[in-house]
């Protein structure tokens, strides 16, 4: 009985977009790949040119394409411009 109200509170959990996930806008006229580091695990995102993705929900770093890199909380607002990430 336990275990089958747990799952019911957490499916819906799970099927929840990320609200405060970071937005990261590509303003560039090409695809730019972005280094993901959360937990642990180190991820390459593209990020295809006029595209918008939401990453890093509970936090992360970010490597942009000039090889800053951006501790982000969620929630950050991105763009990617000629390479650099502008936070806003």
Not at 7 to 17: E, H, R, T
Not at 64 to 75: A, E, Q, S, V, Y
Request: some cysteine.
């Amino acid at each position: 009985m336990m275990a089958r109200f747990a799952a019911v509170l957490l499916v819906p959990l799970l099927a929840a977009p990320a609200v405060n996930a970071a937005s990261i806008t590509n303003t560039d006229p090409a695809a730019v790949v972005l280094i993901i580091t959360e937990g642990g695990q180190r991820v390459e995102v593209v990020v295809d040119a006029g595209a918008s993705e939401n990453l890093c929900p509970s936090g992360c770093f970010m490597t942009t394409p000039d090889g800053d890199r951006i501790g982000l909380d969620g929630g950050e607002t991105i763009d990617i411009i000629k390479g650099s990430a502008v936070v806003k």
